[in-house]
Each structure stands twice: as structure tokens, then as C-alpha cells.
């Protein structure tokens, strides 16, 4: 679903943030990378929908060259989860979670109604919290809205980076298990980035092990712990 070919990165300074890069995603897996910070876990997901262009290689998704894909048509079919949610502040989450139902040429109403079905989704009562700002959420909370947004489009393909990194560790957790539970639910094909190796072995079906760079390892979780 998700395959990078012998992918490089340099960025204009010179910098290499990934050299030589091969690995796939298979379909409805979910794959963590994990490694130190500035070991290329960002650059990496980000030229997944064309944020970041490799400077040499190729990405594909479902089989097709991300670089000959038109980034509005690629965006729409790749849910994207970033660790600082940017919601529209003057707007309520349920207006929030309805933007992109609406982008996608959904009435008012059916948009309003798909963004309640998404917030409970994700586990927040639409009742209770649609009709509040984001500023009246917790950081989990607005967490929660994030994800449902980046499901408004049902799209196949999530990259999500840190998304549950700004929030404290019993917060982490629930969350962690919310998404576990809901993927195992709606089987989308998940990049997930993070420097924890205890959130990337709870959720990966596979893990990978950035070093500086490259994948030192990719593997499921107990060869990753080294079990035998
Ligand atoms: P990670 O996500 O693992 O923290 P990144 O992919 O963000 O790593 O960064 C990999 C390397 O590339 C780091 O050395 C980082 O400083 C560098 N880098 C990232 N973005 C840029 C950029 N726009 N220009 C130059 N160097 C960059
Ligand atoms: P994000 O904040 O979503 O992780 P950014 O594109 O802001 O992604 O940057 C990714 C990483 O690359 C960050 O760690 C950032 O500090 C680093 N970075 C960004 N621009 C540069 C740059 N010009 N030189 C070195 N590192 C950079």
C-alpha cells in the first residue's frame, strides 16, 4: 500500500535525512517508526503526501508514484495527525470536524451529521462536546478531534506524527487504546511516528527502528523486544 524505493532525502543545507530508504506498508497494517530525534522519522511520513519531495527514489501509494499524483487528490485519500492539532479556534468541533464533509461537497446538514458520527467515534459525545470551542477541550480531547477530522475523508491511507505526544502519560495511555480499538475496527494502512519505543511496540503490528538516517530494524514486536 505504502511502498518507499531506495528513497533519499537532503535537504538544500546539506543535510541527508534519510539515505537509501526501502520498506513497505501492507494494507490495513500499521507500522511505527521510532528512533531519536532528527534520525528522519518526520521527513520520512511527510513525503508520503508530497509535504517533503525525496531527492531521489520513489514513494508509492497503492501502487501509484506519489510524485506523478496531484497533492490535493493525494492529501484527500491520506489522513494526517500531527502532535499540535491546528483546529480553527472561532469555530466549534463540530463545525471543525465538519470542514472537510463539507470540502467534499456534502449540505451543511449531511457535513454536521457525518461530524457527529465521526466525534463519537472517537469517543467524544457529540451532544456534549460539539457545540464547544477548542479552547474548551483538553489536550486529549482535542487529540480526539484531530483524529476524527483526519477520518472525515474515509481515507485508506493515516500518517500520524507524535499524536499522542503533547499529553500526559494516563491521557497517552487511554488514547493509545482508543486508537488500538478502533483500528483493529476500521483497518487503515497507519504510519505512525514516535520516540517512544514503548508506544511504537504497544501499537505496531511492525516497528521500525530509525538509526541516524535509515531503518536498523523492522520487525513485529517481540523480535523488536528480542524475544526469540
Ligand atoms: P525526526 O522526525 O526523526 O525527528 P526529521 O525527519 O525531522 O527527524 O529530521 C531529520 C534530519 O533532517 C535532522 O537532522 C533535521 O534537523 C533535518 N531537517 C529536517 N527538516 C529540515 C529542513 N527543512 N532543512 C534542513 N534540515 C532539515
Ligand atoms: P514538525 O514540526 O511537524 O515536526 P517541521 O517541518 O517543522 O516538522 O520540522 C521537522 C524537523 O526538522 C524539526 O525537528 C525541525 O526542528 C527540523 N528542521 C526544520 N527546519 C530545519 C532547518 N532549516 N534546519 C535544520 N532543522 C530543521
Do not use: W
Not at 43 to 72: C, F, H, Q, Y
Not at 113 to 122: F, I, S, T, Y
Amino acid at each position: 500500500m505504502i511502498r518507499f524505493e531506495q528513497v533519499t532525502k537532503r535537504y538544500p543545507d546539506g543535510t541527508t535525512a534519510v539515505e537509501d530508504l526501502s520498506f513497505e506498508v501492507a494494507e490495513g497494517e500499521l507500522v511505527t517508526l521510532v528512533g531519536p530525534s532528527g534520525c528522519g522519522k518526520t521527513t520520512t511520513m511527510k513525503m508520503v503526501n508530497r509535504l517533503i519531495e525525496p531527492t531521489s527514489g520513489r514513494v508509492l501509494v497503492n501502487g501509484e508514484d506519489v510524485a506523478a499524483t496531484d497533492p490535493v487528490r493525494l492529501r484527500r485519500s491520506i489522513g494526517y495527525v500531527i502532535q499540535q492539532v491546528g483546529l480553527l479556534p472561532h469555530r466549534t468541533v463540530l463545525d471543525n470536524t465538519a470542514t472537510v464533509p463539507r470540502l467534499l461537497g456534502g449540505t451543511r446538514r449531511q457535513s454536521r451529521e457525518r461530524a457527529a458520527e465521526l466525534l463519537d467515534l472517537v469517543g467524544l459525545d457529540p451532544a456534549v462536546y460539539g457545540g464547544r470551542y477548542p479552547d474548551q477541550l483538553s489536550g486529549g480531547q482535542r487529540q480526539r478531534v484531530g483524529v476524527a477530522r483526519a477520518l472525515a475523508a474515509d481515507p485508506p491511507v493515516l500518517l500520524m506524527d507524535e499524536p499522542f505526544g503533547a499529553v500526559d502519560p494516563v491521557v497517552r495511555e487511554r488514547l493509545q487504546n482508543e486508537f488500538l480499538a478502533l483500528q483493529a475496527e476500521l483497518r487503515k494502512t497507519v504510519l505512525l511516528v514516535t520516540h517512544d519505543l514503548e508506544e511504537a511496540v504497544r501499537l505496531g503490528d511492525r516497528i521500525a527502528v530509525y538509526g541516524h538516517g535509515r531503518i536498523e530494524q523492522l520487525d513485529a514486536p517481540a523480535a523488536v523486544l528480542g524475544a526469540p
